[in-house]
T-cell receptor, first 115, second 110 residues
């Protein structure tokens, strides 16, 4: 969905490096999410935010942190990357007031490889 | 842990055949959603069924929901090669976030 953008799209980094993945949306949605996808494991929720002042941990938040800089921007940071954080990362938005219940709108994903 | 579990995990059919994917979940839900993911890309919402609905249609898609069995099925009729993708169910339990299953990988052979 072009309304949700992620940068970078691909990133290769080394163990111990700090990495930031950025997400921007033009949908005007209040809710934003970060998911991680590993082969055979589906999507796992890392963090979610219901507005600028609201940040919540998901299922697998250890090793990650987030920042909601504005309604439209939600960043995910890996403070010290490790190889098992190699995965496909997705940002998503939703707004139950505007769309069907909690329908999620996904960005194109960031493929992160930690060597 | 994942709320929804899809079955089968992989499915291969010929073009023109119907494809059926199932999803089972563990706790009560407000609604259940199905998403599609083309290889390595973001998920796209297909259809949503509310807990008080039993069946819903959208084009070639038919979704059923049996809350007594905590299960849902997605039927794609007259499949096309372009339907090749992974399909995920997602449950919304009313806790303001959805939980995704591990997906069914569908291959439609031309």
């Amino acid at each position: 969905d072009a309304d949700v953008t992620q940068t970078p799209r691909n990133r290769i980094t080394k163990t111990g490096k700090r990495i930031m993945l950025e997400c921007s949306q033009t949908k005007g949605h209040d809710r934003m999410y970060w998911y991680r996808q590993d082969p055979g494991l589906g999507l796992q929720l890392i963090y979610y935010s219901f507005d600028v002042k609201d940040i919540n941990k998901g299922e697998i938040s250890d090793g990650y942190s987030v920042s909601r800089q504005a309604q439209a921007k939600f960043s995910l940071s890996l403070e010290s990357a490790i190889p098992n954080q190699t995965a496909l990362y997705f940002c998503a938005t939703s707004d139950p007031r505007r769309s069907s219940y909690n329908e999620q709108f996904f960005g194109p994903g960031t493929r992160l490889t930690v060597l | 842990s994942q709320q929804g579990e899809e079955d089968p995990q992989a499915l291969s059919i010929q073009e023109g055949e119907n494809a059926t994917m199932n999803c089972s979940y563990k706790t009560s839900i407000n609604n259940l959603q199905w998403y599609r993911q083309n290889s390595g890309r973001g998920l796209v919402h297909l259809i949503l069924i509310r807990s008080n609905e039993r069946e819903k249609h959208s084009g070639r898609l038919r979704v059923t929901l049996d809350t007594s069995k905590k299960s849902s099925s997605l039927l794609i009729t007259a499949s096309r090669a372009a339907d090749t993708a992974s399909y995920f169910c997602a449950t919304d339990g009313g806790y303001q976030k959805v939980t995704f299953g591990i997906g069914t990988k569908l291959q439609v052979i031309p």
